[in-house]
């Protein structure tokens, strides 16, 4: 299975604003797999990450994917989005 | 007459190859994300042109309360793409209005209570089609750019808005 | 903080009493009919104010072509109330819209092509009542302000415009 | 008759813009009667006022009047306003 393969290598998770807040790092390094699995092993080192999660986007090499099945290869690049607040 | 500049340390360009719109299109004349103060009478400058009738600008400025709460400081952080986002933005507001010219601008980092986080003008040959595009305009950058407004208040509470 | 003027030989000020307009309105902070140079950036920061979180701001401008045809030169006249009128529709306005602060003015006589025949700035909480204000503002001085187009075409003649 | 009377005196008639062109002066002087009858001297006077007359919207002492049978009175004023083109 791809993902088999893809738990191999790492994931940066990059992480703002509220996101970044609740986890106390702009960035932390994950084992690749779904997004779902990324987020989930964050939630688990980090349990505050679990009030804003919900609300959050995200993109996925720089692209949005609100897919929490699509796969995150090693050396992928993950953005935790808060719900915007410009203006 | 392009200008743009490299604001705060948040902010990069990711497309610098959205800058030019000629055609039927109206000119993009500034879009930027900065951590220098914001200046509307700039812009408006920037969008003067001979075929314009009509210019319509928007400035809006932090404020020092929030739902019945004193704001002590106030801070907007961008992510890295929030400078393209805004390029976008721009563009299809000016596909979707007769626009002659338009600016836009996005200030992040600390906002002194105030000054303006977000600046817009457009010109236009008729007035109605100014204050639509300049309304769009702002309305589709709150909607799409990813920027976030992190408040202290004065009793020691903060918090991201939207986020509560 | 209150300014009016006394602009051109065509323009008086029939109702001095209508200035102060206190209590749960706006404030008017300058309603003026004048042949001088119209400066929109003065508007805005006469109505510049810290409760406000929206500036929306116009300026029409005149210009070389008017249906095709080229304009040469262009002048507007004012009937002796235009300023009592002006005055009038900038507080239907602020009783309309929930408004922080508001200013107005129209430029008579000759206008140099590419100048500014009327300005308005609009100071509100919210931006969303900012560009309404602003532009029924605009729409109610086009209706209501007895003030007059000229224009003398490239080729020699003339119209008094919606008089053709 | 009021208009008998009326007409003893005289009315100023300030005209404006493409009312004042076409009569050729920004003021004339004209016989009482009523707000009709003084439009009608003009035109009699000035047959170009005939076609921006029915343009035209008419203050009566600084009042707006569009009432052609109102009664102007000697001594009182009648602006002719033209279709405004502010803005």
């Known amino acids: ?87 | 007459m392009k200008h743009f500049s490299h604001g705060g340390l948040l902010v990069y360009r990711a497309d610098p190859g959205f800058t030019v719109n000629n055609g039927p299109m109206g000119e993009i004349r500034q879009v930027e994300v900065t951590d220098r103060v914001l200046d509307v009478r700039g812009l408006e400058a920037l969008v003067d042109d001979p075929r314009a009738g009509a210019v319509v600008s928007f400035s809006g400025t932090v404020r020092d309360h929030d739902h019945g709460r004193s704001v002590a400081t106030l801070t907007y952080e961008g992510h890295p793409s929030a400078e393209s986002v805004l390029a976008e933005v721009a563009k299809e507001i000016d596909a979707r209005f007769d626009i002659i010219a338009l600016a836009v601008a996005h200030r992040v980092g600390p906002i002194p209570i105030g000054e303006s986080a977000l600046v817009a003008a457009v010109a236009t040959a008729h007035r109605g089609e100014a204050f639509a595009a300049c309304q769009a305009l702002v309305d589709l950058v709150k909607e799409r750019l990813p920027v976030w407004k992190h408040q202290v208040f004065l009793d020691g509470t903060d918090e991201w808005v939207n986020c509560a």
Chains 1, 4 share one sequence.
């Open chain 1, 1 to 87: 299975m791809a993902d088999v393969l893809d738990a191999a290598g790492q994931v940066e998770v990059h992480l703002f604003a509220a996101a970044r807040a609740a986890v106390g790092a702009s960035m932390v390094t994950v084992g690749a797999g779904s997004l779902g699995s990324v987020l989930d092993e964050i939630e688990s080192r980090h349990p505050e990450f679990a009030g804003v999660r919900p609300r959050c986007s995200f993109l996925l090499d720089e692209v949005s994917c609100s897919d929490l099945h699509a796969l995150v290869h090693g050396g992928s690049r993950v953005d935790v989005l808060p719900p915007f607040a410009g203006g």
